[in-house]
């Protein structure tokens, strides 16, 4: 794209131009590092992209959904590769409705190891409420959990939702 232009801000807050399409993909809707993001501002940002989208345009995102940990308890697993692993633990809170993942990754380099940690603070919603309110909206909404041969990952909920052309 040697035309287009990036920015820097809040997405609730950045103002959205005219466009055909919208995305949002790998939960950033529901991630809690700005403090603006709530549910209201959430639907504030989904009437903003209605209004910035062309009849017939389209706007794709995901959210994390609730359930992904029984409550009261902690999930922990890995992921590893050549040279590296990724240690994840969540736990879910119920009253909140929030996800706290913690990452420590390990990555070799050159002869010693390399290690990261992360904290993600993560707003939960159930998809069904989501379609609601993109519906109330205007959009003609479809779930997913794909992203054509991508399956989404457990606690991920897929959305396409349409502006209709007319």
């Known amino acids: 794209m040697p035309d287009a232009e990036f920015r820097i801000d809040s997405l609730f807050k950045i103002d959205i131009p005219p466009c ?3 995305t949002s993909i790998s939960e950033c809707l529901s991630y809690l590092f700005d403090p603006d993001n709530d549910r209201q501002t959430l639907v504030q940002l989904f009437h903003r992209i209605y209004n910035a989208l062309t009849p017939g345009g389209v706007f794709i995102f995901d959210i994390a959904t609730t359930a992904q940990v029984a409550q ?4 922990r697993g890995f992921t590893e590769g050549e040279g590296w692993v990724v240690l994840v633990e969540k736990e879910e809170d119920r009253e909140q409705i929030t996800l706290t993942r913690r990452i420590t990754s390990f990555r070799k380099v ?12 993560v ?3 159930e998809a069904t409420a989501i379609a609601s309110e ?11 959990r794909t ?3 991508y ?3 457990k606690g991920h909920g897929g959305f396409i939702a349409r502006k209709p052309a007319s």
């Open 20 to 22: 055909n399409a919208v």
């Open 72 to 75: 009261g308890t902690t999930i």
């Open 110 to 121: 050159g002869e010693h190891y390399r290690r990261s940690d992360e904290v993600h603070h």
């Open 123 to 125: 707003q939960l919603y």
């Open 134 to 144: 993109l519906c109330r909206v205007g959009f003609q909404v479809e779930t997913t």
């Open 147 to 149: 992203y054509g041969e």
């Open 151 to 153: 399956v989404l990952s």
